[in-house]
């Protein structure tokens, strides 16, 4: 079935796993408790996303899309962030900061992103904005189009095409 939070108020997850056949969506704030584990076809959440007292880690296994569409991590930070379906595409679209992130999936980065730790993503990535990583590594294993600048302490490789009209530093 499907999991469906979309009340005028703060959802939290403070199981670490939450399994569903279908589609998962949170349409409000929501805060992570614990560490925790999203099994579903598509995952979104439409508001902020947050851990709660210390950054939490995140795990996603879907068939589809995944989508960020508030700011994640800009109260607490979320910890390592992980989705491992290969299938669809991981859309960020407000501000967000992790402990880092990988992505089985394609990428679609609008509205920044800031890693403490490694940024890797194994499908095609469309960046926007700044993309960070402030202590380790960016790699890009698809085709990669960006226009915003793409940041990072440790080295950054691109592993396919690059259609670049921002800046890698």
Known sequence: ???????????????????????????????????????????????SLNSTGVARSLTIHNTGDVEFSGPTGNLVTLGQVDVTGAGGTTTLTGPTTVGGLTLANNAHITGGLTSAGGISVAGSSTLSGLVKSTNSFITLTGPVVTTGTVSALGNISVGSTLRMAGRMQ
Do not use: E, H, W, Y
Request: net charge negative; hydrophobic share 35%; glycine share 12%.
């Open 1 to 47: 079935g499907m999991l469906d939070c979309d009340k005028p108020i703060v959802s939290a997850i403070n199981g670490a796993a939450v399994t569903t056949s279908g589609a998962q969506l949170s349409g409000d704030a929501t805060r992570l408790g614990s560490n925790t584990v999203l099994s579903g076809t598509t995952v979104t959440f439409n508001d």
